[in-house]
């Protein structure tokens, strides 16, 4: 371990906390001024197991929201079409008072809570807990629908537990073949880099999955540029070849899983050469990944939203877990893998009870005992307790249709982040009454009726469960703007003015995380052996932890999987194609993602100098051929049209993209919005609307 | 001459553009809020390789011998300094001299500033801001024998490498290494 000392300026002190942007959690200290409290700058935290004092630039100038001149420090609520400063009371006052008139003329269910995960797991419990148990809806769902549903619901079909990666980082410096599948990793985890860049310094081979050349992409053996929305098409070809050169486990597939036969015969029909007329990849690459693969003693798939974010993504993610179970590459040293989540807290927050089907520590809302468990440790009745609500997408279609009357949105942005935004913001519009809690004014604050200032990560504490499954601590470092209130104590005082205070009385995280150990506890997600202390002591805790004495459980199925009978569940996929596909009036695919300087809706990172000035506006990157036939020249206007929106973006003509492909990063609002374009189309299982692929048409503006 | 007992190492093929470096480096206490180092697009538009671009602190500067004022002082442990702001004319000699564009002018206060290896963190052996967050690694700072092995393995894997990547994109990482091996 580094045992490097850290620098500490003269009338400074460091406060250890981890980033508040991705999911890699980066640990790192905050500078902070002795006598003015403020905080000035970061310090590398070298010590930290997962990233040892590497950050991306997101998370050096991550600090700088803090005393950002943007931040929302008093209550405003909208008079005359206007939002106008307000007094604490007076916009408590009104919500609580909206929240009543609303459910007693519409139902409590008119009335619901949209969250996010870029917030402690105290928070995002809570936020469950205020929806059912203050508001008594069921309609509460959160922005994770976005971005990790269909990976939860892949492993969880497959393995019967999901955490985001079976392993830890670590790992990856044991395998000898590594698939990233959909991950643009060098710009959205950018720290994950050092594990797969050492991994390829000794020997390991690495196929990418992209349709774009990433700077990852540009390294691999292997790098599949597949057409998007093809991704279960391609694995289906490489299971074929796993099988037919004999790379299975037999002995694994017999004793640890289920389904090969149905597996196997559905496989059969996918041959190099048919998969690559799909794909769009050649015959002989897919051969040569999957050998590459196949022939490794330890190999680790990785895979995120390039996969997920489609009307299939569970079905993608299920084919990687086929892989993985197929050659038997999981449960040990060097063998396993997963999702790279991308929110902060992504896997803490999915797992306490944000969602629309979930009660805290991973159980479903729907299972009797687990109703019973949650109802007593929160010291209700069961039958209180409300049932399954829609999920994001529907609850925003539900608001557009004005099934949903009012809502609360805590942590989320969703005027950027959902999909088809021209319906979303109508809607959003058109609710009687919306309640945005955030610290910056968001493009969804600025629909608001009431726009209630809350802190940023670094004026409170907690804890965060990293892309891994480790739960770790955020600590304060600063103090709020005077009067301004942090999530969970705008929960409790809106829920002691609609007469449920009684069960919110907090006065620290501490308590919330002591409840929510206790909620949790005998879950699948169980955190009741963690602590505060053990968290701090050890580098954080791995999930289950069901004992205090209890280590931790970095390693994911070494013996069994979660379902009754210990055993994974393979499951055969048929190719199916994307909601749209490329016609004669919309003659190309567009797909969607990140950039390495911004971070989801752009909310924080759009306001910081740094990250502007590398990439102020979002892009069209276009393949030179396609260019050429559009009479689009680089750094021109171009206007691109789907069939539920258009807007016009400056080209940026790149060889490093497939012709029939165009991308667009979706980190801006309004005019400049991404998601203007994107198709709504779900999944069947998750709900996750298909962002990454959609018919769309262009022509020079 | 003292020798440092750590150097900075530069493996340019493992840059992803991230610029955290750049970021970094305006953090450094002493940098007055301007970074210092460089992130270039090898082949814009035709591939996504990137390079780092930091002072390398050469033996026999360049900018050192170019400056008329004596302004740019190299520390004992090598380091090579921005002008000392009392003796700095302001002649831009040193812009025009370095081969690798590291000096800067500062036109507003009419002095030169570039990379001084965060001095103030280094000479207490804490590595400087751009090696410490570097996320894929592309700089580190490591021991003087570390980096030779690792040259020595480099020089190897180009001589029985080199071909070009799946697509066909061929870079110039092997030219600047070559370049910044001296």
Redesign the interface.
């Known amino acids: 371990m580094n045992t490097l000392l850290n620098k500490v300026e003269p009338g400074e002190h460091l406060v250890p906390t981890h980033c508040c942007y991705c999911g890699m959690q980066c640990a790192m200290y905050l500078r902070v001024q002795n006598d003015s409290g403020k905080v000035v700058g970061v310090e590398p935290r070298y010590d930290f197991p997962v990233n040892k004092g590497k950050l991306c630039p997101k998370g050096v100038t991550a600090y700088q929201t803090i005393h950002h001149p943007d931040r929302l420090t008093t209550p405003l609520i909208r008079r005359n079409g206007k939002l106008e400063p307000a007094s604490w009371d007076e916009a408590l006052d009104l919500v609580a008072g909206k929240i009543i008139e609303i459910q007693k003329r519409h139902g409590k269910d008119a009335f619901a809570v949209f969250g996010g995960v870029s917030m402690t797991n105290e928070k995002c419990y809570l936020a469950g807990k205020f929806a059912r148990v203050a508001l008594g809806t069921a309609n509460i769902d959160y922005n994770g629908r976005f971005c990790m549903s269909a990976a939860a619901a892949g492993a969880n079909k497959a393995f019967g537990i999901d955490r985001g990666l079976f392993n830890p980082w670590s790992d990856i410096l044991l395998a000898d073949a590594i698939l990233i599948s959909g991950s643009n990793t060098s710009e959205c985890h950018p720290t994950a880099i050092q594990y797969f860049w050492q991994a390829r310094d000794r020997g390991a081979k690495l196929i990418v999955i992209d349709p774009r050349e990433t700077p990852i992409a540009r390294v691999a053996d292997v790098h599949l540029a597949l057409r998007p929305g093809t991704d279960s098409a391609l694995l289906n070809g490489i299971l074929h070849v796993i099988i037919a050169d004999g790379y299975t486990d037999e002995e694994f597939i017999a004793t640890r899983t289920n389904g090969y036969e149905q597996l196997k015969a559905t496989v059969a029909a996918y041959t190099p050469e048919r998969v690559a007329e799909i794909t769009g990849v050649p015959a002989g690459k897919i051969i040569r990944a999957a050998r590459l693969f196949g022939q490794a003693a330890t190999g680790m798939a990785f895979y995120a939203r390039g996969i997920e974010q489609h009307s299939k993504g569970v079905e993608n993610v299920l084919q990687h877990l086929n892989l993985l179970l197929l050659t038997g590459k999981i449960g040990k040293p060097g063998c396993g893998g997963g999702t790279l989540t991308g929110q902060g807290n992504g896997q803490g927050g999915r797992e306490h009870g944000q969602k629309a089907d979930q009660l805290p520590g991973y159980r479903s809302i729907l299972d009797p005992a687990a109703r019973a468990h949650v109802a007593k440790v929160w010291g209700i009745l069961e039958p209180e307790l409300p049932g399954k609500g829609l999920s994001a997408y529907e609850l925003l279609a539900a608001v557009e249709r004005g099934e949903v009357k009012g809502m609360y949105v805590v942590c989320s942005n969703p005027a950027v982040s959902a999909p088809n935004s021209n319906l979303v913001n109508r809607g959003l519009e058109n609710l009687d009454f919306l309640v945005v809690a955030d610290f910056f004014l968001s493009e969804t604050a600025e629909l608001a009726d009431v726009v209630l200032p809350t802190t940023v990560w670094a004026e409170d504490e907690g804890t965060t469960t990293n892309a891994e499954g480790r739960v770790i601590k955020i600590n304060k470092a600063a103090e709020p703007p005077p009067g301004v209130m942090t999530d969970w104590q705008l929960f409790r005082e809106i829920a002691k003015r609609l007469g449920r205070g009684q069960y919110f009385r907090y006065e620290k995280p501490a308590e919330i995380f002591e409840e929510l150990r206790r909620a949790s506890q005998g879950g699948i997600a169980d955190y009741y052996g963690i602590s505060y202390e053990r968290v701090e002591r050890e580098h954080g805790v791995f999930w289950p932890c069901p004992t205090p004495d209890h280590p931790g459980v970095p390693r994911m199925f070494e013996e069994r999987f979660g379902h009754p009978d210990g055993k994974a569940q393979l499951h055969a996929v048929e190719f199916r194609p994307a909601g749209e596909t490329p016609d004669a009036e919309f003659p190309l695919i567009l797909t969607t993602g990140r950039v390495v300087f911004h971070y989801l809706s752009g909310n924080q990172t759009r306001r910081v100098g740094f990250l502007m000035e590398q990439c102020p506006e979002p892009y069209l990157e276009i393949h030179p051929q396609t260019a050429a036939k559009h009479c689009i020249l680089d750094q021109t206007p171009v206007r691109v049209i789907t069939r539920r929106g258009a807007m016009v973006l400056k080209a940026r003509v790149v060889q490093t993209i497939r012709p029939d492909t165009l991308f667009i990063p979706y980190h801006w609002g309004k005019a400049l919005a991404a998601n203007q374009l994107t198709n709504p189309e779900l999944d069947p299982v998750c709900r996750m609307p298909e962002f990454k692929a959609c018919a769309v048409r262009i022509e020079p503006a | 001459m003292l020798t440092l007992p750590k150097v900075l190492f530069i493996d340019f093929?493992?840059c992803?553009?991230?610029?955290?470096c750049?970021?970094?480096c305006?953090?450094c206490?002493g940098h007055e809020s301007t970074y210092r180092n460089y992130v270039i697009p090898v082949a814009p538009?035709?591939?996504?390789?990137?390079v780092p671009m930091t002072c390398f602190h050469c033996k026999d500067p360049a900018c050192v011998r170019v400056c008329p004022a004596g302004a740019i002082e190299i520390t004992p442990e090598g380091t090579v300094l921005s002008a000392a702001k009392e003796k700095c004319m302001g002649c831009r000699n040193c812009t025009l001299a370095c081969p690798f564009g590291i000096p800067k002018f500062d036109f507003e206060k009419k002095i030169m500033y570039k990379c001084d290896l965060c001095y103030?963190?280094t000479k207490?052996?804490?590595?400087p801001?751009c090696a410490?967050?570097?996320?894929?690694?592309a700089l580190q700072w490591i021991e003087q024998d570390e980096a030779m092995e690792k040259k020595r393995r480099r020089k190897v894997t180009q001589i029985l490498g080199g071909a070009p990547?799946?697509?066909g994109?061929h870079t110039i990482t092997g030219w600047l290494n070559s370049v910044a091996g001296r």
């Not at chain 2, 538009?45 to 990137?50: C, I, K, N, P, R």
């Not at chain 2, 207490?124 to 590595?127: A, H, K, Q, Y």
């Not at chain 2, 410490?132 to 690694?137: F, H, I, K, L, Q």
């Open positions: 093929e493992r992803i553009g991230c610029r955290s750049q970021a970094a305006i953090e206490g538009g035709l591939s996504t390789q990137t103030d963190r207490d052996g804490l590595p801001m410490s967050v570097c996320p894929s690694e990547s799946e697509t994109v």
